[in-house]
């Protein structure tokens, strides 16, 4: 069973340049979550989606926005970059019920220059 | 104050000791995560608690739910447990997980 995939890995962009990060979940999940994670801040919730729906967000400005497709897989999107956003981004998938195991794909690396 | 809190930051261990990691939480949860991240970023889901007790090998994960308190244990400690573990929350209703700032384990042969 393949695991989370998430593309590309490592991604080096200019600021005010925009970038979209994509994040498969495993065979049969329906929820995808997306992670920041910095030195400073750690891991934070950025926003969740199931079944195509938003149906959380995180307290992130509207630069950032993500959507959901049929097949479940995500993609999240960055608009007019600032250097603060370089971090890994991690997207985790569950089933979407409650209470199952998250499973978390390798991040995508995104250097803002 | 964080909603998850985690101690210790940083813990170097020789091989073969028995290691405690702890994480206290401050709001009503449905389920706990203890996670383990390498260099290099990929996060592995260790264990998913709401109650009680689990084992896995060397790792065992505790929860008491009133105290609001898990702990993290690895028996015989190896070098290869050397990595970042991180314990997350979860709230009902919601994939949304809220993380501790995370302990990084360094384990010297």
């Known amino acids: 069973k393949a695991g989370v995939t998430q593309t590309p890995r490592y991604l080096i962009k200019t600021r005010g340049q925009q970038v979209t990060l994509s994040c498969s979940p495993i065979s049969g999940h329906r929820s995808v979550s997306w992670y920041q994670q910095t030195p400073g801040q750690g891991l934070q919730f950025l926003f969740e989606?199931?079944?195509?729906?938003?149906?959380n967000k995180g307290n992130f400005p509207g630069r950032f926005s993500g959507r959901q497709f049929s097949n479940s897989r995500s993609e999240m999107n960055v608009s007019t970059l600032e250097l603060g956003d370089s971090a890994l981004y991690l997207c985790a998938s569950t089933r979407g019920a409650e209470n199952t195991e998250a499973f978390f794909g390798q991040g995508t690396r995104l250097t803002v220059v | 104050k964080n909603e998850v809190e985690q101690s210790p930051q940083n813990l170097t261990a020789q091989e073969g000791e028995f290691i405690t990691i702890n994480c206290s939480y401050s709001v009503g949860i449905s389920a706990l995560h203890w996670l383990q991240q390498h260099p290099g970023g990929g996060i592995v889901s260790l264990f998913m608690l709401s109650s009680g007790k689990k084992k896995h090998g060397r790792l065992i994960a505790t929860i008491n739910i009133q105290e609001k308190h898990s702990s993290l244990h690895i028996t015989a400690s190896h070098p290869r447990d050397s990595a970042v573990y991180i314990c997350a929350v979860r709230q009902g209703g919601s994939e949304k997980l809220v993380f501790g700032k995370g302990t990084k384990l360094t384990v010297n042969p």
């Open positions: 989606y199931f079944s195509e729906t938003q149906r």
